[in-house]
């Protein structure tokens, strides 16, 4: 091993260390229980008794008959669904599989522009044309919000031949659109409605969590069990409800799109998790819902931080996820990725991810007092009310760029790296965008501007993770 160290051990280190996790997956790391006098990552190994392949009585993924048929029917009757599809390849593989299943090849998209990366790579597959809806920017934090039934309505009027509509609720920083009223307005055209809510699985489940979109008129949607519920990374379903689009279909781009040798351990750990959710219903979420009033209670004093989540900030915000803990420091003039660093580095608090002016948390079932109590005493003791800074103009999330090009032909086409900042005029050669949460900034075959590139700049000089910028180039299409 050359002295290297393993991943095995720097997860064990990472386990046993004090960090505690305001971040995904959703079981934070304690949902299954250790024996006695175990180390938490030596649990690892009780997994390799457990890793079979297709054999007798274990059923097929691709063909289920048995067991696994039964595990995702009751999957269905959970969310209310009339099919369910384990993907064992995340939201991912169910992302790519609803756009293939609705849309034809070379067929049109209406979605939405803060759609996950995961849309794109399925436009770039199956050579669509997307039509972009930008969302709004919300007030003071330079976050997305969500896309209308206006706009819905508006594009389906000026391109009937749209074969879908696509959009994101929750959004990564938790904001909830309007999905019955975009579904009612999509199918007044007779367009189905595609919902990527990977961030929403735990929605229904409690009174107070908003409805999930199989139950508000999305004909197909997408749910990460591993983001929120008490279940492994990599573990999400496909659910389908009222016919508009295609059942069998659905199930051949799952075959295509997910590996052919599925983890019997994380289909295990889905099950269980439906069980679990399905037999506790509610009362799952009671704790949580006492925690985070906790929370919120000894955070109210705040000066200069500011906790933003379902209930405290007075935008024209539709609807917030009470899932998701939202940051800011602005007032002190800080970033969000400075507020993420002294969290981590100072109070060893794991946050989900920072941006330019919010720091997100993911709160779940699973957390604990301890983890509420942390972080906000962490908080009142960062805070400062008597200094006082600039938070700076809050840019749009993603700004409207020329499209001259589709994604397809950009990333067939010759490119070539070029200076950031000397890349105004020149054509996005492949995606651009920060990481979490993996929504394009940039797109290939669109043009670079001032805008994005000042966007850009400010995130590099952040110190955030901008993907598609390398040590300050970034490619674009020859000549």
């Not at 386990?15 to 934070?28: I, L, Q, R």
């Not at 392949?53 to 993924?61: K, R």
């Not at 508006?154 to 994101?168: S, Y």
């Not at 590139?453 to 901008?466: A, D, K, N, T």
Request: include cysteine; glycine fraction near 10%; charged fraction near 20%.
């Amino acid at each position: 091993m050359n002295g290297e160290e393993s991943l095995l051990s720097r997860l064990e280190s990472y386990a046993g260390s004090d960090f505690y996790p305001f971040h995904m997956p959703g079981h934070k790391r304690n949902a299954v229980p250790v024996a006695e006098g175990e180390k938490q990552g030596q649990s690892l190994f009780g997994a390799y008794a457990l890793d079979i392949t297709e054999i007798d009585g274990f059923d097929n993924l691709h063909e289920p008959e048995g067991i696994l048929r039964d595990a995702m029917e009751r999957a269905a009757r959970l969310y209310g669904a009339d099919d369910a599809f384990y993907s064992v390849n995340g939201s991912t593989a169910g992302i790519l599989a609803m756009v293939s299943a609705a849309v034809p090849e070379g067929g049109k998209l209406i979605m939405a522009r803060n759609c996950h990366k995961a849309v794109y790579h399925a436009v770039y597959l199956r050579k669509l044309n997307p039509v972009y809806l930008y969302p709004e920017t919300v007030p003071e934090l330079g976050i997305a919000d969500v896309i209308t039934a206006k706009q819905v309505e508006e594009a389906l009027t000026l391109h009937p031949d749209a074969a879908a509509v696509l959009l994101v609720s929750p959004t990564y920083d938790g904001v909830v659109a309007d999905v019955e009223e975009i579904a009612a307005a999509a199918h007044r055209f007779g367009v189905p409605v595609l919902v990527d809510a990977a961030h929403g699985a735990h929605f229904g489940f409690h009174p107070k969590f908003p409805d999930s979109p199989v139950h508000l008129g999305a004909d197909v949607t997408v749910v990460s069990l591993h983001k929120t519920l008490p279940c492994m990374t990599q573990t999400a379903l496909l659910l389908a409800k009222g016919g508009r689009v295609e059942t069998g279909r659905l199930r051949f781009f799952m075959g295509i799109y997910q590996t052919s040798s599925p983890s019997y351990v994380l289909m295990a750990g889905m099950d269980r998790c439906i069980r679990t959710v399905g037999e506790k219903g509610s009362a799952l979420w009671d704790a949580f819902f006492g925690d985070r009033e906790f929370f919120l209670e000894e955070t109210a004093k705040l000066s200069s931080l500011r906790v933003v989540t379902d209930g405290t900030y007075g935008s024209g915000v539709y609807r917030w996820d009470p899932g998701k803990i939202l940051l800011t420091a602005s007032r002190l003039g800080w970033s969000g990725r400075k507020l993420y660093q002294i969290l981590s580095e100072r109070y060893h608090l794991q946050m989900e991810a920072a941006d330019g002016a919010v720091v997100t948390a993911i709160v779940t079932c699973c957390d604990r007092r301890e983890g509420w109590r942390r972080l906000a005493a962490a908080l009142r003791e960062i805070d400062d009310p008597v200094q006082e800074g600039s938070g700076g103009p809050v840019l749009p999330p993603y700004p409207a760029l020329e499209a001259v090009c589709g994604i397809h032909a950009a990333l067939e086409a010759g490119t070539e790296e070029v200076e950031l900042r000397c890349a105004a005029g020149c054509v996005c050669g492949e995606f651009i965008n920060l990481y979490p949460p993996g929504i394009p900034i940039a797109v290939p075959g669109e043009r670079l501007d001032d805008t994005v590139i000042g966007l850009l700049e400010e995130y590099e000089g952040q110190g955030l993770s901008v993907c598609g910028v390398r040590e300050g180039m970034v490619r674009v299409l020859q000549g």
